[in-house]
């Protein structure tokens, strides 16, 4: 291992204490390479940490990973909701997660859409990276979403 490191997806995920990949998937070190920002959310270093797995270490799989009773969508819905400003740098992330808002949904339920659509969004966002899509066109690369329920302990694919 000592060598390098061969990891045979990247997994894209929140930063929730409870959805650790390795664990959720049951894997060890080095099969997965895991790249976590709160709501799952793409800056230039989130997407340069894909890119890396993808394009440096030839990874055919990108799993982008949201999960049940998510803080960020949360703290998202609930600052459009409100108008209030959040600490700067959370600020920057309800920002990047605000498009993805389900408004057709109240409550709970609209928390819980937009944690679907988050998913949504990112992966075409990564599908539609220069860097990635002809990797994707080619038949190399795969990218998927899910999902994580905290209360059944379950992945489920994001359509
Ligand atoms: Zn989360």
Known sequence: MVSGQHPFAVVLGCIDSR????????QGLGDLLTVRSAGEVLDEAVLGSV??????????LV??????SCGAVSA??????????????IQYIADRIKPAIDHAQ??????????????RRVRSQL????????RIG??????????????????????
């Open 19 to 26: 959805v650790a990949p390795e664990l959720v998937f049951d």
């Open 51 to 60: 890119a890396y797995g993808v394009l440096e270490l030839d990874i055919p």
């Open 63 to 68: 799993v982008v990973l949201g999960h049940q």
């Open 76 to 89: 998202a819905v609930h600052a459009e909701q409100t108008g209030e400003r959040l600490p700067a740098h």
């Open 106 to 119: 109240e409550g709970a339920a609209r928390i819980d859409a937009t944690v679907s659509a988050q998913v």
């Open 127 to 134: 599908a539609s990276e220069p860097d990635l899509a002809p």
């Open 138 to 159: 080619a038949g190399r690369l795969a990218i998927v979403g899910a999902r994580y329920e905290l209360t059944s302990q379950l992945v489920h694919q994001v359509d």
